[in-house]
Nanobody, 123 residues
Framework: QVQLVESGGGLVQAGGPLRLSCVISGRTISTYGMAWFRQAPGTEREFVAGLSWSGGSTYYADSVKGRVTISRDNAKNTVYPQMNSLKVEDTAVYCC????????????????WGQGTQVTVSS
C-alpha cells in the first residue's frame, strides 16, 4: 500500500503562481500513473492533471490547460503541479492520486489518495 502526502497549498492572489507537491511512500512511484484532482465546497471532485509513469504523457482538464504543468521526480518519489495565472475559481482542496502505469480522469479508477492541501485564491 502506498501513502500520498500533499503540501504547498496556501493563500495566493489571483494571477499568482503556486507549486504543489505530492510525496509518495511505501513503494516507488516509477510504475504509477499520477494525477491531481480538486474539490471545491459543494462540488464533486474533478480531474486537474495527470502524468504517465514515465512522465512522457501528460493530461490536463480544459479549465487549467496552459496554466498548469505537471511533472515528476521519480528519484524523490514526488509529483509537482506548477500552477500559474491562478483564478478565484481555482480555489479548492487539491489531492493527488495514484494508479498503475497510466493516469485516468475518473475518480473511481484510483485506490490511493492523499488527504489534500487547501488552495485559496483571493481576488
Amino acid at each position: 500500500q502506498v501513502q500520498l502526502v500533499e503540501s504547498g497549498g496556501g493563500l495566493v492572489q489571483a494571477g499568482g503562481p503556486l507549486r504543489l507537491s505530492c510525496v509518495i511512500s511505501g513503494r516507488t512511484i516509477s510504475t504509477y500513473g499520477m494525477a491531481w484532482f480538486r474539490q471545491a465546497p459543494g462540488t464533486e471532485r474533478e480531474f486537474v492533471a495527470g502524468l504517465s509513469w514515465s512522465g512522457g504523457s501528460t493530461y490536463y482538464a480544459d479549465s487549467v490547460k496552459g496554466r498548469v504543468t505537471i511533472s515528476r521526480d521519480n528519484a524523490k518519489n514526488t509529483v509537482y503541479p506548477q500552477m500559474n495565472s491562478l483564478k478565484v475559481e481555482d480555489t479548492a482542496v487539491y489531492c493527488c492520486a495514484a494508479r498503475g502505469w497510466t493516469p485516468s480522469r475518473e475518480v473511481a479508477d484510483y485506490g490511493s489518495w492523499g488527504q489534500g492541501t487547501q488552495v485559496t485564491v483571493s481576488s
